[in-house]
């Protein structure tokens, strides 16, 4: 009986171990991967892109993981890139970071339980290639003597936000941001912009320019000239003008002019009271020629006036071969020479020789001084410029010894004679 007991204990054990398994075995052929669907790529740039996915079923277990995964082949898994977007069923959203632009990507949506993991449908992006922005440049309008209006319109901005726009400029060709420029907001479409503070009579180069994140870009080039001032048309007419010191004092104005700073009193003249007239013929030779392009010649005609404390030897015209100071240095920048000149109110009315050496009338004058070297620009107040028969140029300069008591004035006076024939002999 024993042994009977002990055989049925074996096969009771031997029952209930295979209930056991079969009981196991049920239970884990009851649940399955989870089935899910993949959200399609949107709000694509240049370096990220959104999607997602949406859990049908988590498969009768919990969904431990879910994301997407992607790669540039296609059928990308979480051995590759991937997104961790929490835990259980329903719908989810990825970003995905790190991209490049111009680039096709591969992506599906994963979630995983404890039957494993399973994949939505794989789907295809593009990341955008940004590129700069593409204008064109406005033409000109409400063109003046100082300014202009132009603009430009922006047609694409490239894939990326517009960061500033407007135009530049300058007096040589392909103009670009770091020269002169304007700022006028940072959308895309048509915009205008105003420029001032150009010299009459001058070309100009224009391009609209527009950045984003890339870089800056340029319109078309344009090219404009501006009007010719009224006092640079006085000054230098449609080309050029010459100007002399005025020889004929009969009309009460003298060529050179010295006196007080309120000009109650004049200290001096050329021609009145004196022979300096017959004295300083190499004065009355020099010849200044202005034109409308800004250029100023000076003509000295190969001799000048020696002024005393400036010249050596001084008090006679001398050849311009030799032009030396007291010290014996090189005066010569006072002799014949290419300048230049501006005219402009300032707010009064200004005329500004140009260049190492240049001056109109007699060199002595400085700026609110007196000179014995060569300085690189005098600015002139111009005391009145008219256009007749015969045309008159009068220009002045302050000076003072001492900046605490009242000052003097050099005064010069100059005539272009619209029939050369009428400009009277030396005297």
Known sequence: MILKDKNLVYLINGVLVVILLFVNCKKDNTGSQPELTTIPAFEITENSAKCGGIITSDGGESVTDRGVCWN??????????KTNDGQGGGSFFSLLTGLTGNKTYYVRAYATNKKGTSYGMAMSFTTIKLEMPILTTSSITELTQYSAVSGGEISSDGGSVIITRGICWDTEPSPTILDHLTFNGSETG???SHIDGLLSNTKYYLRAYASNSVGTSYGNEISFTTLIDEDIFKLAGNGSKSWKLIRNVSTGRYPIEVGNEDHSQIWWAMGKSNNALHERPCMMNDEWIFSTNGAMQFNAHEDYWAEAGIFNPS???ESTTSMLGTNLQDLSAWGSGDHSYVIRKDPVRKLTALGKGAYIGFCKLGNGTETNIPLDSVCYNVVKLTDQ??????IEGLFKWDPL?????WRFVLVHYDNPGDEPPLP
């Open 72 to 81: 540039t082949e296609p059928n990308p898994t979480i051995m590759h890139n």
């Open 190 to 192: 048509a915009y205008t």
């Open 315 to 317: 008090e006679i015209c």
């Open 389 to 394: 028969s015969v045309d008159t140029l009068i």
């Open 405 to 409: 008591q009242p000052g003097g004035s």
